[in-house]
């Protein structure tokens, strides 16, 4: 009788596409999967520890599971970034878990898993690190018409706060007809969404011999006929150039969705922060973006509290959010993360005052967002429709301005309030007809996809 395996996947995307590789990988050897994990003989922890909150997060998780093991729990197996960046001293500080899987030995999940229903408590962290391909099994969780995939992994970056490229080791770019075959697959299987994920999904194929690009990635792809969306996150402001941004502006599947971390606009913080840039040049930046395709959706992230980050200098970043216009935003405030750089500068800025700079920002944001959204009513969005609203009232989707998980969302109604006949799953059209600070409310006119 197959062992069964549940996984509790933390952390970002990227961690999320590793997760689902395990659970194909034990699938394909045989395992059963389940998603309640109180049935789990085999319980797996895709842990994230690229900041303090997460490492808590993951060791909170660990704890709470462990306690299953009064039932039908056999082992505990911690994977992810916890092992990478705590490495054999967790051996003593989780007596509970029984095997420990780097990000690097994704691909080893089941010699772990087989290693400690043996008793032999495995402990797995390679170098040089695991790469998925087209042909890795994937046992895809959350919704069958959206996938991520992975273009790359890893970092050559060394922005001063960030732990990332020493858990996940040095850039590496799949090659382009191997992420083209997954894309491929998943067309085949009917996939309406595609979101292309990496740290750094524009330093794609710097590290390829022979050397390639993002454009021409996204030139290669099989793209006719599709009518579903392409989606490009995580892109660095120093990789968009001119033929990236002509290859989105003349690729109708690829979504005009520009998912640009900057981090600050102070030019003395980015430069303490190990990036380049200032406001000024960001916002030519956005200028050529938008001078090429003016309906372009523009998410950015922000860390405030960065040591040194005076009171002048949040004002700036304030006045750069007023005039950049984003329709996305997310912030976060600075960590003091043990072994990065910037935890040794001084300057430091207290907690207190980091949570209210990040209360100020997004309640700029919220008026930038309103304005943005509004110049969409009365005009017709393609709305992917996704779940039942909680009123029942209609249909909660997404149109190209929203990623999953982590932007705004359209409700969809029908004619005269009526409920709109659209599945999870297929296109709609719809005509706006209500701006919110974040999400849209619209009519549906007609279904747009089979
Ligand atoms: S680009 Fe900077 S912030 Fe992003 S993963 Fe790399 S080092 Fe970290």
Known sequence: MAETVALVSLGCA??????ETMLGLLQQAGYDIVEDARRAEVIIVNTCAFIEPAVEEAIDALLDLADFKQDACRVLVCTGCLTQRYGKSLLNELPDVDAFVGPGSVGRIVEAVRGALAGQRPFLVDAPPYLQHAGTPRWRSGAEWSAYVKIADGCDHRCSYCLIPGLRGPYRSRPPEDVGAECAGLIAEGVKEICLIAQDTSAYGRDLEPRSSLADLLKGLDLDGYD??????????????????ETVANT???????????????REILRSMRRAGEAEEYLRLLERIRSAMPEAALRTTFIVGYPGESAEKFESLLEFVREARFDRVAVFTYWDE???????????????????????LMSVQAGVSLARNAWFVGRELRVLAESESEHGDGMVGRCYRDAPEVDGQVLVRGADGARARVEAGQFVQ???????????????LRRTSG
């Open 338 to 360: 043990e072994g990065s750089a910037s935890a040794e500068l001084p300057g430091k800025v207290a907690p207190e005052e980091a949570r209210e700079r990040l209360d100020e």
């Open 228 to 245: 579903g969306w392409v989606r490009v996150q995580y892109l660095h402001p120093a990789g968009i150039t001119e033929e990236l941004l």
């Open 14 to 19: 990227k961690n999320l596409v590793d997760s």
């Open 430 to 444: 719809v005509t706006v007809t209500e701006a919110l600070e974040y999400d849209l409310a619209g009519e549906a």
């Open 252 to 266: 109708p599947a690829v979504v005009p969705y520009f998912d640009i971390p900057l981090q600050h606009a102070d």
